[in-house]
């Protein structure tokens, strides 16, 4: 018979006897899954989550974790004598059940081995509850339009047609007007930043569900990308780095200079003027 551990969902856990309750403001799944594990919350339970709320309760024996008996081939002589076996268990969680959360739908068939090849479920991203990318714009220095990169099929990833596809973008992206801007880091160091401006649109629905763009606004974001001379912000010089570049949302009307005074006003950062 095992003996429990007190189970852990989250930050705001309450147990009462068998039952686990928690709540969370941001990770709001639903789902219900019958599980079985010999890990560090060995037997079987069932999780039932709706709403910001999980509710989690410890059940008799309904199902048992996978087990296989597995041949020790890598042990020596002196390992299986001292054991008196040559085989050990190998022993994968059991689940049955469904999750949803953000659009993804995981359903839960048996054995949970985070092995694809061998891993007994399936998921998707429902289409009725995805964005789908249809457009990537290049602007110039006074916000006019230059060109929008092509969309379409896929290439085979290293084949001749994804290497002049690859050459093509780079060229367009390299003909695209950059400013620059001197500034001083938070720590009075002397940098610069190269900037372009970008925007992308994104419409609704996917596959089938396309049509439903035609009842919803599309997504557009238009964002400056900044590239540095060097590593910027506190954590830079350290093992972690600091920031060589990224990008930022625009606020309508804004320009190259006017983005980036912002972003030098909001990250501790003193902006110069215009790089010579």
Avoid at 153 to 168: S, V
Avoid at 212 to 230: A, E, M, V
């Amino acid at each position: 018979m095992h003996t429990r551990a007190v189970r852990r969902w989250g930050d705001n856990d309450r147990h009462f006897g068998p039952f686990t309750y928690a709540r969370d403001k941001h990770y709001r799944p639903m789902a219900m899954v019958l599980s079985s594990a010999e890990e560090e919350y060995p037997g079987c339970n069932l999780r039932v989550s709706a709403f910001g709320r999980t509710l989690i309760i410890e059940l008799p024996t309904i199902i048992k974790p996978y087990h296989e008996k597995v041949e020790a081939k890598s042990w020596d002589a002196a390992t299986i004598e001292r054991l008196g076996r040559d085989w050990y268990w190998n022993i994968d969680r059991r689940q049955y059940g469904f999750t949803y959360s953000e659009g993804h739908l995981n359903i839960y068939l048996g054995r949970q081995t985070n092995d694809s090849s061998t891993t007994q479920d399936w998921g998707m991203f429902l289409p009725w509850t995805q964005w789908r990318h249809v457009r990537h714009s290049f602007y110039g220095l006074q916000g006019e339009h230059l060109f929008d990169e092509p969309q379409g099929g896929m290439a085979k990833l290293g084949g001749d047609e994804w290497r002049a596809r690859w050459d093509a973008q780079q060229a367009r992206e390299a003909s695209v007007p950059t400013a620059q801007f001197a500034f001083k880091d938070f720590d009075g160091e002397d940098l610069t930043a190269t900037t372009k401006i970008e925007e992308r649109e994104w419409k609704f629905g996917t596959g089938r569900f396309k049509w439903l763009s035609l009842f919803r606004k599309p997504k557009i974001r238009r964002s400056l990308d900044l590239d540095f001379s060097g590593e910027t912000g506190e954590r830079k010089g350290s093992w972690k780095g600091g920031t060589m570049g990224h990008s930022i949302d625009m606020l309508p009307g804004e320009l190259h200079e006017s983005a980036f005074r912002r972003y030098c006003a909001a990250n501790k950062m003193t902006f110069v003027g215009v790089a010579t």
